[in-house]
């Protein structure tokens, strides 16, 4: 069947983000496979044939993950985000660290660098790109606003090992032909966002989700490898970008590393937003229109 593969990545894409959204439970491989519609007794190929990854090593990475964006960005202690995030302990979690990022959380949380681990060369070398400006001249070029963002109804392609092979400018370039076929591209709003975090995740696992709002009621024909998806009502911290990749790069970096560890607020447990202001040429990453928008909510204190 020609859209076989495509049809099984979309029940993995379930497993996947059910797994993201539970990680502080350990799910039987039966409720796993129900998640999919598939038998329980070949789930497992099928997961790892569409992933490249075991369940488990696929539940670790994540948790590991988890853990290194909240010791980065969060005041939690060791073993309140070793718990959240699925570790029996505290010294099992501080075990697994170390050995998949080789440094360990205290080190990570003092530098925020994996710099020396023979993973990182699998990462994204977004520090490359980043350019050298003083804190008042970010603060006076990426300005940041607090906005709330209603609930939104959303068509998306999901891409994986996302920045190889121009699969991104790909997906965006089937999406918005299908919004234009299906007449939702002049009133969408076209934007991107990433499920990982690119200074842990490696690149080839790296998702990115190629996206557009669709109207809140009425039939729309998708397409195999196009999903449907609601975004909730959340608050988002949004600063305008205007240049190219550099200035992206350095927005991001100052909205993630400098702003937000600044102000009165913490990331929500949903992914960033590239909005693409310019959306008759997303596909032009020579320069880029952007707002680049964080899932807030307020600081809290523990």
């Known amino acids: 069947m020609k859209n076989s593969k495509l049809i099984y990545t979309k029940r993995i894409d379930r497993v996947t983000d059910y797994i993201r959204s539970n990680l502080d439970q350990s799910p039987s491989l039966d409720d796993l ?29 994540q948790r590991l993950e988890k853990a290194a964006r909240r010791l980065k960005f969060s005041d939690q202690t060791a073993t309140e985000i070793a718990l959240s995030c699925g570790f029996t302990s505290s010294s099992t979690f501080s075990r697994s660290f170390k050995k998949y990022f080789e440094v360990s959380p205290t080190e990570y949380r003092k530098t925020g660098k994996i710099e020396n681990s023979k993973i990182c060369k699998d990462f994204h070398p977004v520090n490359e790109y980043v350019l050298e400006m003083s804190d ?14 209603p609930e939104r109804r959303v068509a998306f392609i999901r891409v994986v090992d996302a920045y190889a092979d121009n699969r991104v400018l790909h997906a965006f370039d089937r999406l918005i032909d299908w919004a234009k076929a299906n007449s939702c591209f002049d009133e969408g709003t076209v934007f991107g966002m990433s499920l990982d975090d690119p200074t842990v995740t490696p690149a080839d696992k790296y998702r990115y989700e190629a996206c557009i ?18 975004i909730p009502k959340m608050d ?5 970008v205007s240049g190219d990749i550099k200035i992206v790069a350095t927005a991001t970096e100052y ?5 937000l560890i600044n102000s009165a607020f913490e ?36």
């Not at 009425?218 to 196009?226: L, V, Y």
């Open 136 to 149: 008042e001249e970010l603060s006076r070029k990426f300005p940041v606003e607090i906005k709330r963002f």
């Open 213 to 230: 709002t669709l109207p809140d009621s009425g039939n729309i024909d998708f397409t195999t490898e196009i999903s449907e998806m609601r």
């Open 255 to 259: 909205l993630f590393n400098k702003w």
């Open 236 to 240: 988002y911290a949004v600063t305008r």
């Open 33 to 61: 496979a129900k998640v999919a519609f598939l038998s329980p007794f070949h789930f497992h190929r099928v997961f790892t044939a569409i992933t490249g990854e075991t369940i488990n090593a696929f539940t670790n990475r």
């Open 267 to 302: 990331p929500e447990h949903q992914p960033a937003l590239e909005i693409f202001l310019d959306k008759e040429n997303v596909c032009n990453w020579e320069h880029f229109e952007l707002d680049l928008c964080i899932p807030v909510r307020p600081l809290r204190s523990i």
